[in-house]
């Protein structure tokens, strides 16, 4: 323990001592696993808080049917240790969420983490004791913790949101939220079903669903553009040479926007000819994984008229796949073009509206007016149901720390200080909020990225700052108001030049079932993970510019 926790600890004489640590990290997702194991590796008494009664975060209430990874699974895992790699084989090329599961808990075993995780503990409020220079923790079951530096590792999408729909609370058959899916199976044999929700995550579970299902009605409000994800195992051969690859295949990962394989194609669409164009929209469209949106031409995701041919393009390849043209029109996006908002990847979504079992309600036409004690009733209908699941998203990436009471310096709530949006410091660390650093924060290049490799460059600039302070004996580290500033408006200058500021999601912070999320923001860090690792080492190199350390 340094001088100073031993210090604090001495001080403490209100029988608290014992729930004192240097650090405190909020969540044992892959982020917090990460984060307590380098920094019980530089000595720290640290501690992870978690809410659920195991490790894994997303991957721990994601339970839903058809949950499964859109990254290359191997691309996936942690990277720094060859430990991990050596001892870990995926079983498919996307793999399905149980497995993950049991990688974040392999994880946990190899490092040795659970001693340091006290499980079944949310935290309801956060508060910066300015003379003490200390977060004050409380607990929703009445529990107390103090640390210095407190560390939230809360995951962008992990604050489920309910439609604002009257009546949700009546239904009295079975309802679930895809982002709070029981441990227990739940079978869809013969049972009519509800799902509302067409992002990411309604368009996996339907395609699951719809297997199994008596009868499933799908409640579509915007219909998204899906990809064909191609999913297959992975046989030994390959097995084999993934493993002997692995340094290539994360070395491709650094390099690319998002850390993922895919990269940008170096051509501009309108360049090449419609045959060259098209040839390459049909090898993206046949081959796995999100090269179609990130290993594109560069320019259809900055410009209306590159974007309107691959627009075209995805067009014809759902009326192509659905049977019935009336049907296809409505599985069309019309409000954006493809890439602008989070492609869902998909095994066969379109061909769900084939099966004479499955009914598409197009909610713009009918709106849904009520839930009600037998099902759903919409402006021309009323249905019956066994289950309703709900895929109606989460509120993104600032919603997991409006959960929490975080008050700041002076009193500040930071819930008022982000009511227009976030502002922040490399997605770091907020102004007024001393000690307080924030993994996968608002404005990190992380929500925005083939998630632990963008991890992993968070964790290890925080556990190096950590690692600074100590040397020097600092305690206290906040981002100067100019800093955040200057970081928010490069943040909001480099979306501006994309389309997907033109659409609404969550990503640009639009969620019509939250009060106050209408305003277009963008929530996430679109310069590229490369060019904010960049910053992110030059600001270290340069003892930490536009950080007070005291
Ligand atoms: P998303 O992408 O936010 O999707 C939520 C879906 O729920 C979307 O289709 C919404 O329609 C729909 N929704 C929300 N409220 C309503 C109401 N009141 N009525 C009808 N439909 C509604 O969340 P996901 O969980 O799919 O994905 C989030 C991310 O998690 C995903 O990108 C992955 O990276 C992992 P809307 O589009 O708002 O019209």
Known sequence: MSVVAAAERQRRTDGQADTYYEAIIIGAGLSGMYQLHRLRELGLSVRVFEAGDGVGGTWYWNRYPGARFDSESWTYGFSFSQALL???????????????????????????????????SRVAAAAYDEDANAWEL???????????FLITAIGPLSAPTMPVIPGVGDFRGEAYHTGLWPHEPVSFDGKRVAVIGTGATGVQAITEIAKTVGHLTVFQRTPNWCAPLHNGPIDAKTQAEI???????????????????????????????????????????????FGIW?????????????????????????????????????????????????VPLESGYYEVFNQPNVRLVDVRETPIERITPAGIKTSDADFDFDMIVYATGFDAITGAFDRIDITGRGGR????????????????????????????????????????????????????????????????????VAAEDTWTAHVHETAARMLLMKADSWMTGINRNVPGRRTRTFMAYAGGAPKYRETCDAVAADGYTGFALT
């Not at 309108?270 to 929209?281: G, H, I, K, N, P």
């Not at 259809?300 to 014809?316: C, H, K, S, V």
């Not at 990225?449 to 700052?465: A, F, H, K, S, Y």
């Open 294 to 342: 990130m290993g594109n031409f560069r320019d259809l995701l900055i410009d209306e008229d590159a974007n309107a041919t691959i627009t075209e393009f995805m067009t014809r390849k759902i009326r192509a796949r659905v049977n019935d043209p009336a049907l296809a029109e409505k599985l069309i996006p019309t409000n954006h073009g493809f890439g602008t908002r989070r």
């Open 138 to 148: 409380a607990f929703t079951d009445g529990r107390r913790a103090r640390c210095r």
């Open 243 to 289: 493993h002997a690859s692995y340094p290539e295949i994360f070395e491709q990962c650094r390099n690319s926007f998002g850390c993922f394989i895919h990269a940008a194609d170096p051509r501009n669409a309108l360049e090449v000819s419609d045959e060259e164009r098209e040839a390459t929209f049909q090898k993206l469209y046949d081959a796995p994984g």
């Open 413 to 480: 709530k930071l819930k008022d200080k982000w009511v227009d949006g976030p502002r922040t410091y490399l997605g770091l660390q907020i102004a007024g909020f001393p000690n307080l650093l924030t993994l996968v924060g608002p404005h990190n290049a992380a929500t925005f990225c083939n998630i632990p490799r963008c991890i992993e460059q968070n964790v290890e600039w925080v556990t190096d700052l950590m690692r600074h302070m100590r040397a020097r004996d600092l305690t206290r580290v906040e981002a100067t």
């Open 86 to 120: 050596d001892g870990w084989d995926w079983s498919e090329h996307f793999s399905a969420q149980p497995e993950t599961l049991r990688y974040c808990n392999y994880v946990a075993d190899k490092l040795d983490l659970r001693r340091d995780i006290t499980f079944d």
